[in-house]
């Protein structure tokens, strides 16, 4: 149900920003992008030998702009304060269900295929309740041994045996299939349910959990209920039915060997009772902590080159050991617990076997019973060995199973998006306006301080501003990825809480450096933008961008496999996918994030021609890499702090003197300088 990340684009297992509309993203509120500046302004990636844009002044002895904070975060939003005890925002993980809401949604897949489950349960119980026919014609042929009938008399009880084995063994069969098939079904709903309740999921609320708390969840949590449901749940059902019946048998050999038998539940209760509960934490908090550190590997290789660039490796090195060392001491107190948990069986088995012995001599010895009435409920006796064991070995499997579906139900019961009520109100035009705004990832650290801005209708604004100025923030904010703490946003005359999530989609369109290929043919990934587009649409929207090009010169054309396991698209190809399906949405407005950041200086300029292209006719708010691209801009917001300290052209700012001229001059020396260098 995922799509995986080419391997060509950077950052790899970065995730979306907006569900559906991320142009250069999967698509899927899979959480935060895994960020690849560490101290730096999560707009956009340094450069590997000096840790700093490209275009930008140089950096000081720490890295950074001189009046700009020190960094104090590792591989994470830049706008997002750290927490006090990592140096990262503190992640709100998705809810995890109780035991109640569990069982509640599992009632509920069931009850919709009630008749699979009834002829599941029917057969097994056909299929255990003829193999418990073995234990007596066995004590039969004992008997008739005993009384020396001859070899005669045993035709009868053998053929019998034979037919048993036969029936049980075709009925069992078909009954594990059918429970298989009930448990891969539910599976499916369940799947199904939590991938569409997390595409739905409020974006906000994803990117605070993290990518790696979704990530887990999808993977590595689905993976381990799928293999319960194909191999546990099966033996789980034929054991207990196993175990019901048995019991019963033993009742109408004799009441008293059910007595017996039951001198060895107490032994099985307290062990269930003592592993059930520390099973259950050390499973949970298993999960967890592998969670954590998918989190934290998606972290750290993600932003390998800043990490490095700021010499940070063994910053993250740590984290990694600190993380993994938490899995594995729970994994390893996982294992003792099993250990304890088959010594106290074991004991339990000893036990019963011992009572049957016992209470099968005394009543032969007192003519109650037979030989082969006792001998048949000692082989009773065994064959629950296997059964208890089986289903009480399976605890373990059940137990970490339930904490995994608890999990998926967590996320799959969460409230969605909320939309407004009634028929939500259309913009009239591509204009953006931006009053008061305000926002903060954690109370008390204010990322925008009353921000206002107002963009025309087919007007292109460039965002310009340090390290930490909010620019991502802002352009996150009017995306509708995050909902504003004050202020509002209007988008062509209609306020976004009018528009509603699915409206704000609508109108804008997310391009973030970030960039993802759909594994599958060239033309289908250009379609998820426009599903019904024809292929002259698509050639159309690639030229429009430049990228017809290289298009036709792939092996098949438009119908060559791209994305994971096909042809590898380079950077700046990604991108140009990414701008066609911008021309192809058509949506009044468009932001671009560092839309051209990682591409290098010739694919930058490549890509800047390109998106100026993608944006004619159409609003667009740029989150500038490269000076001569917001210079190229009809305007130029300059941040800082949080706040907009400068608006206006090129030449207006350059001339007035601020922000912007400084970061101007900068760049400009630092152009001269190979120059002069050269000569």
Not at 367 to 380: D, E, H, P, R
Not at 382 to 400: C, E, K, R, T, W
Not at 598 to 625: F, N
Request: aromatic letters at 4%; proline letters at 5%; one cysteine or more.
């Amino acid at each position: 149900m995922t799509a995986d990340r080419d391997a060509s684009a950077p950052d790899a297992g970065a995730k979306d920003e907006d569900e559906g509309r991320t142009m250069s993203g999967s698509g899927t509120p899979d959480g935060a992008p895994v960020p690849t500046t560490t101290g730096t302004d999560g707009n956009a990636p340094p450069s590997t030998a000096t840790g700093r844009y490209e275009d930008a002044p140089p950096p000081t002895t720490t890295g950074r702009y001189e009046d700009t904070p020190p960094p104090t975060t590792t591989g994470t939003d830049q706008d997002a304060p750290p927490s006090a005890t990592t140096g990262a925002p503190e992640r709100a993980l998705l809810p995890t269900a109780t035991g109640a809401q569990t069982l509640a949604v599992v009632r509920g897949l069931v009850r919709r295929h009630r008749l699979l489950a009834v002829t599941a349960l029917t057969v097994l119980v056909a299929g255990t309740g003829i193999g418990l026919l073995t234990a007596p014609l066995l004590g039969r042929i004992v008997d008739l041994v005993v009384d020396r009938s001859g070899t005669a008399a045993l035709t009868v009880p053998m053929a019998l045996l034979l037919a048993v084995a036969v029936a049980r063994g075709v009925a069992t069969a078909v009954g594990k299939s059918l429970v298989a098939r009930l448990g891969e079904t539910i599976l499916a709903d369940l799947r199904e349910r939590f991938i569409d309740r997390a595409l739905r999921l409020p974006l906000e609320r994803v990117e605070k959990a993290g990518s790696g708390d979704l990530t887990a969840r999808v993977t590595g949590d689905v993976t381990l209920i799928a293999r319960a449901v194909r191999q546990a749940l099966p033996e789980f059902a034929n054991a207990f039915l196993t175990i019901a019946l048995t019991l019963v048998g033993l009742a109408v050999l004799d009441w008293r060997f059910l007595l017996a038998v039951l001198v060895a539940v107490p032994v099985h209760v307290l062990t269930v009772r003592w592993y059930i509960p520390r099973a259950a934490r050390i499973y949970a908090e298993h999960r967890v902590a592998t969670g954590a550190l998918q989190h934290q590997l998606l972290d750290s290789v993600g932003g390998v080159r800043t990490v490095r660039a700021f010499r940070l490796t063994g910053r993250h090195a740590e984290l990694l050991e600190k993380r993994s060392g938490a899995a594995v001491d729970l994994a390893a107190s996982g294992m003792r617990l099993v250990s304890g948990f088959f010594s106290r069986l074991n004991a339990a088995e000893f036990l019963g076997m011992a009572s049957i012995l016992v209470t099968g001599f005394l009543l032969v010895d007192a003519g109650s019973v037979s030989i082969g009435t006792a001998t048949a409920a000692a082989l009773y006796f065994h064959g629950l060995f296997n059964p208890i064991n089986a289903a009480l070995f399976l605890i373990d499997d059940a137990q970490s199973a339930g904490a995994s579906l608890a999990r998926l139900v967590g996320v799959s019961t969460l409230p969605a998006e909320r939309e407004p009520e009634g028929r939500p109100a259309a913009p009239v035009d591509g204009s953006v306006k931006v009053t008061g705004l305000g926002h903060s990832y954690v109370d008390g650290h204010p990322v925008l301080h009353e921000v206002d801005l107002d963009v025309r209708c087919g007007e292109r604004v460039a965002l310009v501003g340090a390290s930490g100025a909010g620019k991502t923030t802002l352009a996150k904010l009017i995306a509708g990825v995050h909902e504003p703490a004050a202020g509002t946003i209007s988008l062509g005359g209609v306020d976004t809480r009018e528009l509603g999530p699915a409206g704000v989609r609508r109108a804008v369109t997310l391009i973030s450096q970030e960039v993802h290929v759909f594994s599958g043919p060239l033309a289908e990934d250009l379609r998820l933008a426009r599903p019904g587009a024809t292929d002259e649409e698509l050639r159309a929207a690639l030229d429009h961008v430049g990228a017809l090009e290289w298009a036709d010169a792939l092996p098949e054309g438009l119908a060559t496999v791209v994305g994971e396991g096909g042809h590898r698209l380079t950077v700046t190809q990604a991108q140009h996918l990414a701008l066609a399906r911008l021309v192809l949405t058509d949506a009044p407005v468009a932001l671009l994030d560092e839309a051209t950041a990682d591409a290098g200086s010739a694919g930058a300029r490549v890509l800047e021609t390109a998106a100026l292209r993608a944006l004619e006719g159409r609003t667009g708010l740029m989150v500038a890499h490269r000076l001569p691209q917001a210079a190229a801009a009809d305007r130029i917001v300059v941040l800082d702090g949080g706040r907009v300290v400068e608006n206006g052209t090129h030449e207006e700012l350059v001339a007035a003197g601020g922000h912007y001229a400084e970061l101007w001059s900068a760049w400009s020396d630092s152009r001269r300088e190979p120059a002069a260098v050269s000569d």
